[in-house]
């Protein structure tokens, strides 16, 4: 992934994947099958691949995955996590900057970008410059016929989902301009040369799986280090979450509170899937 370097060491450093579930991969699958070759003989590139969980869960079903990823801690724990599948071929892992891929024109069957765009740096005046390059780089490596699936979360998700985020507002509101729009996202897709084909939004899916449901989860600091706004967070906003989770939890109330901020995710999800594809 290209992104800051600070929050790129801070990521992987503390295993930011490791909370991540694969969520979505038959949407994933199911995309790269419409491209015309047989979902089985699909080659598809794994852009910013981190630990390698959706890598892992896609493999089984596709013919060989290319995984990249800039932080070489990741991969390491990527080919781990993959060691029979390379051994056999079906993976090969390189470590680069997704907007310089190692490949050439027309070479895969789909690519997929989990929870990768937040990461990459953004610009003042919205132009998202970066995003650009990388989703060109996308469109270069890909098939003619062949689908780009990027799952992101949106800014509405990141406001309306995350029930511990109303913790610490500052620090999301800091955040959120990492989130391209999702209407920008469109455009720069088509600016590519991408025919945008949807989105889907997987509403049961919990990007840390049942660690969401955690009252007291933000007083752990391993709770926090796998997440991207928190790790953005200053000691003065984390101290005073923690002292309004204990304030809460003395009176009894933490159970409340969370119930209560989490009323609306089943409705909006926590992740988007923006399928688009090379004509």
Same mark, same amino acid.
């Given at each position: 992934?290209?992104?800051?370097?600070?929050?790129?060491?801070?990521?992987?450093?503390?295993?930011?994947?490791?909370?991540?579930?694969?969520?979505?991969?038959?949407?994933?699958?199911?995309?790269?099958?419409?491209?015309?070759?047989?979902?089985?003989?699909?080659?598809?590139?794994?852009?910013?691949?981190?630990?390698?969980?959706?890598?892992?869960?896609?493999? %089984? *079903?596709?013919?060989?995955? @290319? $995984?990249?990823? #800039?932080? !070489?801690?990741?991969?390491?724990?990527?080919?781990?996590?993959?060691?029979?599948?390379?051994?056999?071929?079906?993976?090969?892992?390189?470590?680069?900057?997704?907007?310089?891929?190692?490949?050439?024109?027309?070479?895969?069957?789909?690519?997929?970008?989990?929870?990768?765009?937040?990461?990459?740096?953004?610009?003042?005046?919205?132009?998202?410059?970066?995003?650009?390059?990388?989703?060109?780089?996308?469109?270069?490596?890909?098939?003619?016929?062949?689908?780009?699936?990027?799952?992101?979360?949106?800014?509405?998700?990141?406001?309306?989902?995350?029930?511990?985020?109303?913790?610490?507002?500052?620090?999301?509101?800091?955040?959120?301009?990492?989130?391209?729009?999702?209407?920008?996202?469109?455009?720069?897709?088509?600016?590519?040369?991408?025919?945008?084909? %949807? *989105?889907?939004?997987?509403? @049961? $899916?919990?990007? #840390?799986? !049942?660690?969401?449901?955690?009252?007291?989860?933000?007083?752990?600091?391993?709770?926090?280090?796998?997440?991207?706004?928190?790790?953005?967070?200053?000691?003065?906003?984390?101290?005073?979450?923690?002292?309004?989770?204990?304030?809460?939890?003395?009176?009894?109330?933490?159970?409340?509170?969370?119930?209560?901020?989490?009323?609306?995710?089943?409705?909006?999800?926590?992740?988007?899937?923006?399928?688009?594809?090379?004509?």
């Amino acid at each position: 992934m290209a992104m800051t370097g600070s929050l790129q060491n801070n990521l992987a450093a503390t295993g930011f994947n490791a909370a991540t579930q694969s969520i979505g991969v038959n949407i994933i699958s199911g995309a790269i099958a419409d491209s015309g070759k047989t979902l089985g003989q699909a080659v598809v590139l794994d852009a910013g691949c981190g630990g390698g969980h959706y890598s892992k869960a896609l493999i %089984g *079903r596709v013919g060989q995955i @290319d $995984a990249v990823d #800039i932080s !070489n801690a990741q991969l390491a724990i990527a080919h781990r996590r993959l060691a029979d599948e390379a051994l056999d071929g079906r993976i090969r892992f390189h470590h680069c900057d997704i907007q310089a891929l190692p490949f050439p024109d027309n070479h895969f069957d789909g690519v997929m970008a989990n929870q990768v765009l937040s990461h990459l740096e953004t610009d003042d005046n919205e132009k998202y410059a970066l995003h650009s390059r990388v989703l060109g780089e996308f469109f270069r490596v890909l098939r003619r016929g062949s689908a780009c699936v990027l799952n992101c979360t949106t800014q509405t998700q990141l406001r309306e989902s995350f029930w511990h985020y109303n913790l610490i507002p500052d620090a999301l509101e800091a955040y959120l301009p990492r989130i391209v729009p999702s209407a920008r996202l469109v455009e720069l897709l088509h600016a590519a040369g991408f025919v945008f084909e %949807g *989105r889907t939004v997987p509403l @049961d $899916a919990l990007l #840390i799986g !049942n660690r969401h449901f955690e009252p007291t989860g933000p007083l752990d600091p391993s709770w926090r280090r796998v997440d991207p706004v928190w790790t953005t967070a200053t000691m003065h906003q984390i101290g005073n979450a923690e002292e309004r989770l204990r304030a809460m939890q003395r009176e009894e109330e933490l159970d409340h509170y969370l119930a209560k901020l989490d009323d609306r995710r089943p409705r909006v999800g926590q992740c988007t899937f923006f399928v688009a594809r090379r004509p």
